[in-house]
T-cell receptor, first 111, second 113 residues
Framework: KNQVEQSPQSLIILEGKNCTLQCNYTVSPFSNLRWYKQDTGRGPVSLTIMTFSENTKSNGRYTATLDADTKQSSLHITASQLSDSASYICVVSAIVQRMRFGAGTRLTVKP | DTEVTQTPKHLVMGMTNKKSLKCEQHMGHRAMYWYKQKAKKPPELMFVYSYEKLSINESVPSRFSPECPNSSLLNLHLHALQPEDSALYLC????????????FGSGTRLTVV
């Protein structure tokens, strides 16, 4: 069983709408949690990174939350744009060099 | 410079060819990584170099051979690949083993014919 589970697997929304992506993890011990945006055929680009003591982090229209007690994170996208169409990957790090990747949520924003 | 640069961006090679993928960073990062990513799947870790020494090999077949000539460069030598090795190969670097400043390159799209 993957230690990082994301939902939904895919999502279609209309331009201008908001959406929220979910990430649940069992990785332990916990070091940090990152959200990445990945366009098809390109490398992942970091959106946010949160450590144990942080519960909210914003980057423009992207806001990530973290509940380290329940081991849940969410990524909220406000006023979506066509360019937001991509895969969003949740990545959780333990203390050492390994990062655990979620399978990603494929977001499609339609005009 | 806050980028990880990968070359080439695209590569098509035959099963008998020998080729190399290159990765370069000038952020002073001391850990560098190779990942393989198939379509619609998350990246899978292949190798980790820490302070120019191979620290993790995720049981990768010997037809993939990593090399770290110095702290800024990471190569992946390819030989006798199979069509199922076609994928996006991603390089990443970080300040240390804890993953601070973790940055991905744009990847090399490899097609084995």
């Amino acid at each position: 069983k993957n230690q990082v589970e994301q939902s939904p697997q895919s999502l279609i929304i209309l331009e201008g709408k908001n959406c929220t992506l979910q990430c649940n993890y069992t990785v332990s011990p916990f070091s940090n949690l990152r959200w990445y945006k990945q366009d098809t055929g390109r490398g992942p680009v970091s959106l946010t990174i949160m450590t144990f003591s942080e519960n909210t982090k914003s980057n423009g229209r992207y806001t990530a939350t973290l509940d380290a007690d329940t081991k849940q994170s969410s990524l909220h996208i406000t006023a979506s744009q066509l360019s937001d169409s991509a895969s969003y990957i949740c990545v959780v790090s333990a203390i050492v060099q390994r990062m655990r990747f979620g399978a990603g949520t494929r977001l499609t924003v339609k005009p | 410079d806050t980028e990880v640069t990968q070359t080439p961006k695209h590569l098509v090679m035959g099963m008998t060819n020998k080729k190399s993928l290159k990765c370069e960073q000038h952020m002073g990062h001391r850990a560098m990584y190779w990942y393989k990513q198939k379509a619609k799947k998350p990246p899978e870790l292949m190798f980790v170099y820490s302070y120019e020494k191979l620290s993790i090999n995720e049981s990768v077949p010997s037809r993939f051979s990593p090399e770290c000539p110095n702290s800024s460069l990471l190569n992946l030598h390819l030989h006798a690949l199979q069509p199922e090795d076609s994928a996006l190969y991603l390089c990443a670097s970080s300040q240390g083993g804890g993953g601070n400043g973790y940055t991905f390159g744009s990847g090399t799209r490899l097609t084995v014919v």
